[in-house]
């Protein structure tokens, strides 16, 4: 049973470029999450998708768009790097429909992608 | 505004003995809490979890609690080993999936 897998897994851009980064959730999840994680910081929460559409967002700017395809694997585009964009990106997957306010759901993340931004 | 807080960056603990992490919180309507536990290169892995409506969770050697009141919650691993060695996120949520992380605590078990 294949985890959450991400690519690529390293990249270096210039400042102004835009990126591109892949996630495919774990079988049978169907929510995708992408986070952010500074170095030396949490992961920090950029959006969320659930059948195709952008279900919730954090506070990053519109340089940061995804999508979710109808396979449930989704893409996080930013735009015009800035140097400051340079973090590990995560995305997690889940399932919602087993979600409860007081089980919660267990959510599985990917290994990451590492973007350099110079 | 940092929501979640971990303010010990570093732990050191000999192998056997109690680990102790810490989290605080300041957002009242956060109702569910994770723990992951993370290595160098590798993605955060799901450890524990506890909801609002409890205070203490255990999973093995991994046990969880929750004090509403202080807004505080603590892992406690015991006995504590060497591969337990990595950096430990709190995590929590409000009526969502959305989880809001704390900075880490990097915990280091020497033989």
């Known amino acids: 049973d294949a985890g959450v897998t991400q690519s690529p897994t390293h990249l270096i851009k210039t400042r102004g470029q835009q990126v591109t980064l892949r996630c495919s959730p774990k079988?049978?999840?169907?929510?995708v999450s992408w986070y952010q994680q500074a170095l030396g910081q949490g992961p920090q929460f950029i959006f969320q998708?659930?059948?195709?559409?952008?279900?919730q967002r954090g506070n990053f700017p519109d340089r940061f768009s995804g999508h979710q395809f109808p396979n449930y694997s989704s893409e996080l585009n930013v735009n015009a790097l800035l140097l400051g964009d340079s973090a590990l990106y995560l995305c997690?997957?889940?399932?919602?429909?087993?979600?409860?306010?007081?089980?919660?759901?267990?959510?599985?993340f990917g290994e990451g992608s590492w973007l350099t931004v110079v | 505004d940092q929501q979640v807080k971990q303010n010990s960056p570093s732990l050191s603990v000999q192998e056997g003995r109690i680990s102790i992490l810490n989290c605080d919180y300041t957002?009242?309507?956060?109702?569910?809490f994770l723990w992951y536990k993370k290595y160098p290169a590798e993605g955060p892995t799901f450890l524990i979890s506890?909801?609002?409506?409890?205070d203490k969770n255990e999973d093995g050697r991994f046990t969880v609690f929750l004090n509403k009141s202080a807004k505080h919650l603590s892992l406690h691993i015991v006995p504590s080993q060497p591969g337990d060695s990595a950096v430990y996120f709190c995590?929590?949520?409000?009526?969502?999936?959305?989880?809001?992380f704390g900075t880490g605590t990097r915990l280091q078990v020497f033989p």
């Open positions: 079988s049978g999840h169907d929510t």
């Open positions: 506890i909801s609002s409506i409890k």
């Open positions: 997690a997957s889940s399932l919602l429909a087993t979600w409860d306010r007081f089980s919660g759901n267990t959510i599985y």
């Open positions: 957002n009242s309507m956060f109702d569910y």
């Open positions: 998708y659930y059948e195709e559409e952008e279900r």
């Open positions: 995590a929590a949520s409000a009526g969502t999936d959305k989880l809001i």
